[in-house]
């Protein structure tokens, strides 16, 4: 075969055709739909009979104009080899992936525009779902949604309705149907306030009793409010300098009626439950404090939930002529937002209205949803004949969508319930535990607001019987930071680090001036940013896959190193070569049964893998995966071809990791299917305990701990597993290393300063 035709099979030169024709058949055969118990999305569930149910998912994600930078999947593809490694462990697993789209920054990008949010947002939805499908991520895509969705946003409205219909029993902590607090006061079991009889009270008195009660309420209170973005803001959208995390605007003290969520009544069991969850300890302490800090500046006071803004969804209120807030029935929701153009904050006639301490006045606003035709009043029957009735035009915030998603992916198109009880129950309920989403894996930064808020909303509905678990989240992971370089001007300004040049005395300059090199956070705010889609066109979503995997444990920071990407590739090129014959394309694999020591190193790497895939220590599993692909290509280059008994279970461990590639080389080795569903390896235990030389370890010349290799490890190996031990980091630490000594099958000597 001429060099041409060599070069055409070669991993490279194939990767990104393999790569999109996994994917469409991914799509078209539907790979990764995980049927439900009942209902639309049951069809197919007899298949899963045998397996326990699994249900993994990730953090909300905000659809960004500019799509996903490299950070972002970190955490989407953690979860995604752990749902391909459970998978093939016999688990039927749920991984699904939607998009919290409303908030203020579309909003502001609105007004910036004039382009309308849902279009902007939508947009920003279409670019990340195709970065995502480039990336290969196994979700059930019949169960997306945006929280901008109206079919969506109707049961957030339904959810808040049955908040507004509850009181918490301070007998039990408990959430319970305001009908059950009118009935104890009815008969007498619960004495009103001021200690009258239920039947002297007036109509306006027993509401007032009520309305006092309720877990969703009407209060004048202090707000922190943006005049420039129109809409008060809650303390953790507010600097440290007091002003907006969104525009950098001043933000002032006033009194606003709003509405407010009593999840103050359930601080009790929201600090006692987290003893039941598999949680950082770091994250329940954060809650904890929040929860309980007597000083006034981290202690939970109850939720400020009206915004003065457009993109959120409408409350499912209305109010009669007396002023009184009245719940829509359910037939009415939902409760959709009005077509408009114009979102931005206009000053109402009626003038100057104190907000501060000092006497400083600004002019009030006019919510936008108060400027649609024909929004603010409605007429309307609620069960007196049609009355006139005025609209909130308030909005929900942010929050409000994100507290209940996880319930919504397990039933995404009941019209009928939150989900059916059934498929509920299925996906989130386990004997003998809490139960909850199995693994729940997002950024540290949301330690406090969204999960303190998700497990608020989750307990009431738990109490109320539309959930069969007392915690949303069983197990909860989060991944660290990608950082990147990062750089400012004189002024201090970030610029666009994909525009710095380097000169040839390594002194980086943007537009010809000198700027200065800062490390930080991956994202936006620093303009420091990379996007997946370059990185998958040159080398394809696998190398990144694995290079994101392997920089590092999940839990921990790590910095982007572009130059390292290259390792990733060759791990990936090298298996292609241990199994497929770059001459003929075809597999370069034997029926031979491998030698001992090959067998050896497959089972124990097969052992540790399993662990690794386990724990989410996928950067140990690949490095335990190169070292026997290695291994397996020098077979190939040496005999010309690689043991099945190899080749396979080699193929199927880096499936999770590298999903295009490995089914490539399993279609190649002569299986029909997809292997998402195929066995992964389990080790022969007599083969997969190796036997190991222990070397003595020496700093500054006195033996400090006992270093386990395999026999016959050469230098390069030994000082990998000296520099992954524990105790080689805890006896060095930041000090310098001058030289490290190794003499092979005898000793170790590190001599530092």
Same mark, same amino acid.
């Given at each position: 075969?001429?060099g041409?035709?060599?070069?055409?099979?070669?991993?490279?030169?194939?990767a990104?055709?393999?790569?999109?024709?996994?994917?469409?058949?991914?799509?078209?055969?539907?790979?990764?739909?995980?049927?439900?118990?009942?209902?639309?999305?049951?069809?197919?569930?007899?298949?899963?009979?045998?397996?326990?149910?699994?249900?993994?998912?990730?953090?909300?994600?905000?659809?960004?104009?500019?799509?996903?930078?490299?950070?972002?999947?970190?955490?989407?593809?953690?979860?995604?080899?752990f749902?391909?490694?459970?998978?093939?462990?016999?688990?039927h697993?749920?991984h699904?992936?939607?998009?919290?789209?409303?908030?203020?920054?579309?909003?502001?990008?609105? @007004?910036?525009?004039?382009?309308?949010?849902?279009?902007?947002?939508?947009?920003n939805?279409?670019?990340?779902?195709?970065?995502?499908?480039?990336?290969?991520?196994g979700?059930?895509?019949?169960?997306?949604?945006?929280?901008?969705?109206?079919?969506?946003?109707?049961?957030?409205?339904?959810?808040?309705?049955?908040i507004?219909?509850?009181?918490?029993?301070?007998?039990?902590?408990?959430?319970?149907?305001?009908?059950?607090?009118?009935?104890?006061?009815?008969?007498?079991?619960?004495?009103?306030q001021?200690?009258?009889?239920?039947?002297?009270?007036?109509?306006?008195?027993?509401?007032?009793?009520?309305?006092?009660?309720?877990?969703?309420?009407?209060?004048?209170?202090?707000?922190?409010?943006?005049?420039?973005?129109?809409?008060?803001?809650?303390n953790?959208?507010?600097?440290?300098?007091?002003?907006?995390?969104?525009?950098?605007?001043?933000?002032?003290?006033?009194?606003?009626?709003?509405?407010?969520?009593?999840?103050?009544?359930?601080?009790?069991?929201?600090?006692?439950?987290?003893?039941?969850?598999?949680?950082?300890?770091?994250?329940?302490?954060?809650?904890?404090?929040?929860?309980?800090?007597?000083?006034?500046?981290?202690?939970?006071?109850?939720?400020?939930f009206?915004?003065?803004?457009?993109?959120?969804?409408?409350?499912?209120?209305?109010?009669?002529?007396?002023?009184?807030?009245?719940?829509l029935?359910?037939?009415?929701?939902?409760?959709?937002?009005?077509?408009?153009?114009?979102?931005?904050?206009v000053?109402?006639?009626?003038g100057?209205?104190?907000?501060?301490?000092?006497?400083?006045?600004?002019?009030?606003?006019?919510?936008?949803?108060?400027?649609?035709?024909?929004?603010?009043?409605?007429?309307?029957?609620?069960?007196?004949?049609?009355?006139?009735y005025?609209?909130?035009?308030?909005?929900?915030?942010q929050?409000?969508g994100?507290?209940?998603?996880?319930?919504?992916?397990?039933?995404?198109?009941d019209?009928?319930?939150?989900?059916?009880?059934?498929?509920?129950?299925?996906w989130?309920?386990?004997?003998?535990?809490p139960?909850?989403?199995?693994?729940?894996?997002?950024?540290?930064?949301?330690?406090?607001?969204?999960?303190?808020?998700?497990?608020?909303?989750?307990?009431?509905?738990?109490?109320?019987?539309?959930?069969?678990?007392?915690?949303?989240?069983?197990?909860?992971?989060?991944?660290?930071?990608?950082?990147?370089?990062?750089?400012?001007?004189?002024?201090?300004?970030?610029?666009?680090?994909?525009?710095?040049?380097?000169?040839?005395?390594?002194?980086?300059?943007?537009?010809?001036?000198?700027?200065?090199?800062?490390?930080?956070?991956?994202?936006?705010?620093?303009?420091?940013?990379?996007?997946?889609?370059?990185?998958?066109?040159?080398?394809?979503?696998?190398?990144?896959?694995?290079?994101?995997?392997?920089?590092?444990?999940?839990?921990?920071?790590?910095?982007?190193?572009?130059?390292?990407?290259?390792?990733?590739?060759?791990?990936?090129?090298?298996?292609?070569?241990?199994?497929?014959?770059?001459?003929?394309?075809?597999p370069?694999?034997?029926?031979?049964?491998?030698?001992?020591?090959?067998?050896?190193?497959?089972?124990?790497? @097969?052992?540790?893998?399993?662990?690794?895939?386990?724990?989410?220590?996928?950067?140990?599993?690949?490095?335990?995966?190169?070292?026997?692909?290695?291994?397996?290509?020098?077979i190939?280059?040496?005999?010309?071809?690689?043991?099945?008994?190899?080749?396979?279970?080699?193929?199927?461990?880096?499936?999770?990791?590298?999903?295009?590639?490995?089914?490539?080389?399993?279609?190649?080795?002569?299986?029909?299917?997809?292997?998402?569903y195929?066995?992964?390896?389990?080790?022969?235990?007599?083969?997969?305990?190796a036997?190991?030389?222990?070397?003595?370890?020496?700093?500054?010349?006195?033996?400090?701990?006992?270093?386990?290799?395999?026999?016959?490890?050469?230098?390069?190996?030994?000082?990998?597993?000296?520099?992954?031990?524990?105790?080689?980091?805890?006896?060095?630490?930041?000090?310098?290393?001058?030289? @490290?000594?190794?003499?092979p099958?005898?000793?170790?000597?590190?001599?530092?300063?």
């Amino acid at each position: 075969m001429n060099g041409r035709n060599e070069q055409a099979q070669r991993y490279t030169a194939l990767a990104a055709d393999i790569e999109a024709r996994w994917q469409r058949r991914w799509a078209e055969d539907g790979t990764f739909w995980s049927p439900n118990p009942a209902g639309p999305l049951s069809p197919g569930f007899e298949r899963m009979a045998g397996r326990k149910p699994l249900y993994v998912l990730d953090m909300f994600a905000y659809p960004s104009g500019i799509g996903l930078h490299v950070g972002h999947p970190l955490g989407y593809l953690a979860t995604d080899v752990f749902a391909r490694f459970a998978r093939m462990n016999g688990r039927h697993v749920l991984h699904a992936f939607g998009y919290d789209a409303f908030g203020l920054p579309a909003e502001q990008f609105a @007004i910036d525009t004039g382009q309308h949010p849902r279009v902007t947002t939508e947009e920003n939805i279409t670019i990340m779902r195709e970065q995502l499908r480039r990336l290969g991520m196994g979700h059930d895509t019949r169960r997306e949604f945006a929280t901008s969705d109206p079919g969506y946003y109707r049961w957030t409205q339904w959810i808040f309705g049955r908040i507004y219909g509850s009181w918490c029993d301070e007998r039990t902590g408990r959430a319970r149907p305001v009908a059950d607090l009118i009935a104890e006061f009815e008969t007498g079991q619960r004495a009103t306030q001021d200690g009258r009889p239920w039947a002297e009270l007036t109509d306006a008195e027993r509401r007032r009793v009520v309305d006092g009660r309720r877990l969703a309420y009407l209060s004048d209170e202090p707000v922190n409010w943006c005049p420039a973005l129109g809409t008060v803001l809650a303390n953790e959208e507010v600097t440290a300098e007091g002003r907006s995390s969104v525009g950098d605007h001043p933000v002032n003290r006033r009194q606003m009626r709003q509405w407010m969520l009593r999840i103050t009544a359930f601080a009790g069991r929201l600090a006692d439950d987290l003893d039941l969850v598999d949680w950082p300890e770091s994250i329940k302490r954060m809650q904890r404090n929040w929860i309980r800090t007597p000083d006034g500046t981290l202690r939970l006071r109850d939720w400020l939930f009206s915004r003065q803004r457009y993109w959120g969804e409408p409350f499912p209120i209305v109010y009669d002529r007396a002023g009184q807030p009245v719940l829509l029935p359910d037939e009415m929701l939902p409760v959709e937002l009005p077509a408009m153009t114009d979102f931005r904050p206009v000053p109402s006639p009626e003038g100057a209205v104190e907000h501060d301490g000092r006497g400083e006045t600004d002019t009030d606003v006019i919510p936008p949803l108060g400027r649609a035709p024909g929004w603010s009043t409605v007429e309307i029957d609620l069960g007196d004949g049609r009355q006139i009735y005025r609209r909130e035009l308030n909005t929900m915030p942010q929050w409000a969508g994100s507290c209940w998603y996880d319930l919504r992916y397990l039933d995404p198109s009941d019209d009928e319930a939150l989900a059916d009880p059934v498929n509920e129950a299925y996906w989130m309920a386990r004997p003998g535990r809490p139960g909850g989403v199995d693994l729940y894996v997002g950024g540290a930064e949301h330690a406090v607001l969204h999960l303190l808020y998700a497990r608020f909303w989750h307990k009431v509905l738990y109490d109320l019987g539309y959930a069969s678990t007392s915690e949303p989240f069983a197990r909860l992971v989060n991944q660290g930071y990608v950082l990147a370089d990062a750089f400012t001007d004189e002024r201090g300004r970030y610029v666009p680090a994909g525009e710095v040049v380097t000169t040839a005395d390594g002194s980086p300059t943007y537009r010809g001036k000198p700027v200065t090199r800062r490390a930080g956070k991956m994202g936006k705010s620093l303009k420091n940013g990379i996007s997946p889609d370059e990185i998958c066109r040159r080398y394809g979503a696998d190398t990144l896959r694995v290079y994101e995997m392997g920089m590092g444990p999940l839990d921990a920071d790590r910095q982007w190193r572009p130059e390292d990407i290259s390792g990733a590739h060759r791990f990936l090129q090298r298996l292609w070569r241990a199994v497929v014959s770059e001459q003929t394309g075809r597999p370069a694999v034997s029926d031979e049964e491998p030698d001992e020591a090959t067998s050896r190193l497959l089972h124990a790497t @097969i052992a540790a893998v399993r662990a690794d895939f386990g724990e989410l220590k996928f950067n140990t599993a690949i490095a335990r995966l190169t070292e026997l692909t290695t291994a397996a290509a020098r077979i190939t280059a040496r005999d010309g071809v690689l043991p099945r008994a190899i080749a396979e279970p080699l193929v199927l461990m880096v499936a999770p990791l590298a999903p295009h590639i490995a089914e490539e080389l399993w279609h190649r080795l002569g299986h029909a299917g997809t292997l998402a569903y195929e066995e992964f390896p389990r080790p022969d235990p007599a083969l997969a305990v190796a036997p190991v030389v222990r070397l003595p370890v020496q700093v500054n010349g006195k033996t400090r701990f006992v270093l386990p290799v395999r026999p016959g490890a050469d230098r390069a190996d030994i000082e990998q597993a000296l520099r992954a031990a524990p105790e080689f980091a805890s006896l060095t630490g930041d000090r310098a290393i001058d030289r @490290i000594v190794i003499v092979p099958g005898r000793i170790v000597s590190v001599l530092m300063r």
